[in-house]
């Protein structure tokens, strides 16, 4: 269930990466082309969308997913305040 939920937000997200990239820098060099571009994103992602809402128990499978980011998160904030780095790296 974990894997599963993990891989649909992972491709969720690159999709969302790559409209954001599309949209926001449309100076940089795209070494292939999308036909009908946003839609074959927008459409991958209504299927994610479909697949995690859809399915058996999917409120526990998120709410485990969303304490696993929140608990990886909180570990890597501490980490980064003892060590100095971002975002607590002093200002130049």
Do not use: N
């Amino acid at each position: 269930m974990l894997v599963i939920t993990r891989i649909l937000l992972q491709f969720f997200l690159q999709h969302v990466g790559v409209i954001l990239l599309r949209v926001q820098r449309p100076e940089l060099d795209r070494p292939f082309r999308m036909p009908l571009f946003p839609l074959p994103p927008i459409l991958a992602m209504a299927g994610f969308l479909y697949l995690l809402v859809f399915r058996k128990d999917p409120l526990i499978g998120l709410l485990v997913a969303a304490g696993i980011a929140l608990s990886g998160t909180l570990i890597y904030l501490i980490r980064a305040r003892f060590l100095r780095e971002w975002p607590f790296t002093p200002a130049a």
